[in-house]
């Protein structure tokens, strides 16, 4: 169950989800702080660390949207790194996940779907952005816009609900079989926690490319 510990900010009720994920995000700024502060030509674990994490984001992105990967890269590579730790989470005692929380995953697909458009129009411009719901033929707008909702829909529902699903199963397991079968609770809880984050960073990696290379995949030959 939900932990039921709120506490109220003038009319904002602000719950353990909230709370949980301003934690995941300050430890994100102290350590991208750390770990950018003193570079050095011969890095250390930390550097080494922090460097090869980057540079496999980087390779990923590059794989969907070459052209655009160093524009994309701050905004996936975060929101990546959030879902991780974030997915994770729950495995401290005392914790969940705030990705097991509806307004959360909410939050984050919605920050996704003005990404998409605000990259799309930052890169195409706002004309050639909106025509290409025009195209291959305007009787196909409405699809466009209600694909637009409905896959930002999706994202929500389905981070939601798989992470959900995982805290239940683990802890009903634990309830019937005790303490007997620990670690493979444990492993499965992690590989699912970092597949779902990267299905959800991979979705949006794909939708923030398709609105950028829109005008290039339409236009004619």
Same mark, same amino acid.
């Given at each position: 169950?939900?932990?039921?510990?709120?506490?109220?900010?003038?009319?904002?009720?602000?719950?353990?989800?909230?709370?949980?994920?301003?934690? &995941?995000?300050?430890?994100? =700024?102290?350590?991208?702080?750390?770990?950018? /502060? $003193?570079?050095?030509?011969?890095?250390?674990?930390?550097?080494?660390? !922090?460097?090869?994490? !980057?540079?496999?984001?980087?390779?990923?992105?590059?794989?969907?949207?070459?052209?655009?990967? $160093?524009?994309?890269?701050?905004?996936?590579?975060?929101?990546?790194?959030?879902? &991780?730790?974030?997915?994770?989470?729950?495995?401290?005692?005392?914790?969940? #996940?705030?990705? /097991?929380?509806?307004?959360?995953?909410?939050?984050?697909?919605?920050?996704?779907? +003005?990404?998409?458009?605000?990259?799309?129009?930052?890169?195409?411009?706002?004309?050639?952005?909106?025509?290409?719901?025009?195209?291959?033929?305007?009787?196909?707008?409405? +699809?466009?816009?209600?694909?637009?909702?409905? /896959?930002?829909?999706?994202? =929500?529902? $389905?981070?939601?609900? *798989? %992470?959900? #699903?995982?805290?239940?199963? =683990?802890?009903?397991?634990?309830? !019937?079989?005790? +303490?007997?079968?620990?670690?493979?609770?444990? %492993?499965?809880?992690?590989?699912?926690?970092?597949?779902?984050?990267?299905? +959800?960073? %991979?979705?949006?990696? &794909?939708?923030?490319?398709?609105?950028?290379?829109?005008?290039?995949? *339409?236009?004619?030959?």
């Amino acid at each position: 169950m939900e932990s039921d510990f709120t506490f109220t900010l003038g009319p904002v009720e602000i719950g353990l989800s909230l709370i949980t994920t301003w934690g &995941i995000m300050l430890v994100l =700024a102290i350590v991208a702080g750390l770990s950018t /502060r $003193r570079l050095e030509i011969i890095p250390g674990i930390l550097q080494t660390s !922090v460097e090869s994490i !980057v540079a496999t984001i980087d390779e990923a992105i590059t794989a969907v949207a070459p052209e655009h990967a $160093r524009q994309i890269m701050p905004f996936i590579a975060t929101l990546w790194l959030f879902l &991780i730790i974030a997915n994770l989470v729950g495995l401290v005692p005392g914790l969940h #996940s705030p990705t /097991r929380d509806l307004s959360v995953t909410s939050a984050l697909a919605v920050l996704v779907f +003005f990404s998409v458009h605000w990259f799309g129009i930052k890169t195409l411009g706002l004309k050639s952005y909106l025509h290409h719901y025009l195209t291959p033929s305007p009787i196909l707008l409405p +699809f466009h816009i209600i694909s637009e909702f409905t /896959r930002t829909l999706a994202l =929500a529902i $389905r981070l939601f609900g *798989n %992470m959900m #699903s995982l805290e239940m199963a =683990a802890m009903l397991i634990l309830l !019937v079989a005790g +303490f007997l079968a620990p670690i493979p609770i444990l %492993m499965l809880h992690i590989i699912e926690a970092l597949v779902q984050a990267y299905i +959800f960073g %991979m979705l949006a990696l &794909i939708y923030l490319a398709g609105a950028m290379q829109s005008q290039q995949l *339409n236009s004619p030959e």
